[in-house]
């Protein structure tokens, strides 16, 4: 009687320095191939003020930008905008989000729902923000309550159609092996439907959130007395021009760090796809 072979898994084979080095230098040029063209309309700024090709009056220097932006920081002049804003904006992103999401997952679970609700939803979301503008001033005032109200509805569109989406885009043999193991509803949903909706819900919340900190200076520039919109719409009506180019810029940079902010969260978040479960 002849004895069975052994089948020993074969060990992995070592990732020559070479390749793992082609890959470092190709991620690296993947990272700085969006930097050419925001220098190069940074070098454009600067030669156009250095050779006064537009009036100082109309478009600073970059350096009298950059020394307004740092006066606003030292003096602490910034901060209570930006505290206020940040305040606003997150205010109405969790309610939008948590309005968009019920939404989403009604629509997406109900196809009875779907079918009463998602004709209005969609025209609703056909509307844009400032269009609502009008009709909530006559209905809340001018105060922080139609902010709030303004950059919901600028978020809650695309978490909802988003998560809509996702649900509806779950595979079929998903849900059936899951009816095979006898799931109960709260196991299929828990443990099936949204681990598998979840990046497009992520891209929806992240969307969501682009779109309410663009309403937030919108709505600032219209009704405000304090913010990042109003110190823009304040700068334009000194003609400080430096102090508009510098909240813009605050403006920006707030704006990227929170969407990498998300970014980051979706990448731990996700963590156990990457590991292969």
Do not use: C
């Amino acid at each position: 009687m002849s004895t069975p072979a052994l089948h020993l898994p074969l060990p992995a084979r070592p990732v020559p320095a070479s390749s793992a080095w082609r890959a470092r230098l190709k991620s690296a040029a993947l990272r700085l191939a969006g930097w050419p063209f925001p220098l190069a309309v940074l070098l454009l700024w600067w030669v156009a003020a250095d050779r006064a090709w537009v009036a100082p009056q109309v478009l600073p220097a970059p350096a009298a930008v950059w020394t307004t932006l740092v006066d606003l920081v030292r003096t602490g002049e910034l901060w209570p905008h930006l505290g206020v804003s940040l305040t606003r904006v997150l205010a109405g992103f969790a309610a939008g989000t948590a309005i968009g999401l019920s939404l989403g997952v009604a629509m997406g679970l109900s196809p009875r729902f779907k079918d009463y609700v998602y004709p209005l939803f969609k025209a609703f979301s056909q509307i844009p923000v400032l269009g609502w503008l009008p009709l909530l001033m006559l209905l809340v005032g001018i105060d922080e309550t139609l902010k709030v109200l303004l950059i919901a509805k600028a978020a809650l569109v695309p978490v909802a159609l988003n998560t809509f989406k996702g649900i509806q885009g779950v595979p079929t043999r998903y849900i059936e092996v899951a009816r095979v193991l006898r799931f109960t509803r709260w196991q299929l949903l828990a443990k099936v439907v949204f681990p598998a909706a979840f990046a497009p819900i992520w891209n929806g919340i992240r969307y969501g959130f682009t779109h309410a900190w663009l309403a937030l200076v919108v709505v600032e520039l219209l009704a405000s007395s304090e913010g990042i919109g109003f110190l823009i719409v304040y700068g334009r009506q000194l003609f400080q021009l430096d102090v508009v180019l510098a909240a813009v810029v605050v403006v920006g940079a707030v704006g990227f760090a929170l969407d990498r902010l998300l970014a980051a969260v979706e990448s731990r978040l996700t963590r156990w796809r990457r590991s292969g479960f």
